[in-house]
């Protein structure tokens, strides 16, 4: 059989379990998942390698409307997914409408490209309204093939995954067959974190928060690393850092015990927050976080 490969690209409103699908396609946890929209920020690319294959899977944000510099250069990731895609992969929960983006709606289902529709957290959902949900995507997006699936529990998915197959052109591989990702060990380092503070901190604070590895020193036994937190105000600093530091440590600890899993390794990890003023906003310091593409 010829050798396959292709970019499949995975694109979604927010929140829907984008993230969680690539990390069940892959086997491995690239992606932070958290139950708060706009978990994802970046354009993750993961790898599934096959003797006969390489499917180039990227994560992508979730869709929105961008109301800063930040989120815009989100949705710029996303544009590029669109560009760039031999399979569409677009991402729906039971229960939701359409993308609240018109353009990128109107961009799905007017696309030569192949498209993938995942009705995703079907495991939440029954068999009847499941029937009507598939009738009213069968309607809005006629150029899909569309699969009811559950990435948490992993069903559907090995199905989806032989269709994406069938659906890449032939091609020589990408990348060497033992790559799994095109992003930095840092960058994991940073997410990894960057998880913690979703999880444990309400309203702005995790939107308001960037991490910057700045040191990743393996040792034969140990990988010590040094990141910085950045908060936007300096009320922001002392919510991440809480009550005599409780909150801070709570993150490191937990991030900690991630990071090890990770990397397959003992971890030292020493934490700080900065103040960075409005850094969502400045382009400058989107470029060198590597935001902007
Ligand atoms: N019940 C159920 N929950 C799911 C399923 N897939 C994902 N989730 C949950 O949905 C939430 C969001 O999952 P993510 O994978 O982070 O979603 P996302 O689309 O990547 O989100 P953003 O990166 O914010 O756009 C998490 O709490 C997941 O555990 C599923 O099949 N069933
Ligand atoms: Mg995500």
Redesign the pocket.
């Known amino acids: 059989m010829a050798h396959k490969a292709g970019f499949v690209n995975i694109i979604?409103n927010?929140?829907?379990?984008?993230?969680?699908l690539m990390n069940a396609f892959v086997g491995e946890k690239l992606?932070i998942?958290?139950?708060?929209?706009?978990?994802?920020r970046h354009r993750i690319l993961g790898i599934v390698n096959g003797e006969d294959f390489q499917v180039l899977l990227s994560?992508t944000?979730?869709i929105i409307k961008p109301a800063y510099e930040l989120q815009e250069s989100m949705m710029g990731f996303v544009k590029s997914a669109f560009e760039d895609a031999d399979v569409l992969v677009y991402?729906v929960e039971i229960g939701e409408k359409e993308l609240k983006d018109e353009a990128f709606f109107n961009k799905i289902i007017s696309t030569d490209i192949p498209v993938i529709l995942l009705l995703?957290?079907i495991?939440?959902s029954n068999q009847e309204e499941l029937e009507s949900q598939v009738q009213m995507w069968t309607e809005k997006v006629p150029n899909a093939e569309i699969f009811p699936?559950?990435?948490?529990?992993g069903f559907n998915v090995a199905e989806v995954f032989n269709r994406i197959i069938e659906l890449l052109p032939e091609s020589p591989a990408f990348y060497p067959k033992d790559t799994l990702t095109d992003k930095p060990e840092r960058f994991f380092v940073n997410e990894i974190i960057r998880e913690k503070i979703l999880m444990h901190y309400k309203k702005e604070i995790p939107y308001a928060v960037e991490i910057d590895t700045q040191e990743f020193f393996e040792e034969e036994k140990i990988i010590r690393m040094r990141s910085v937190i950045m908060v936007e105000r300096e009320t922001q600093k002392g919510i991440i850092i809480g009550h005599k530091g409780a909150a801070l440590k709570r993150v490191g600890v937990e991030a900690r015990k991630d990071l090890e899993k990770f990397f397959g390794k003992q971890v030292h990890l020493e934490l700080y927050v900065k103040v960075n003023k409005n850094w969502r906003s400045d382009q400058r310091q989107l470029k060198r976080f590597g935001y902007n593409e």
């Open positions: 979604g927010p929140n829907v379990g984008k993230s969680t992606s998942i958290t139950s708060k929209a706009q978990t994802t994560d944000p979730g991402m995703n957290k495991d939440k699936v559950s990435a948490l529990e």
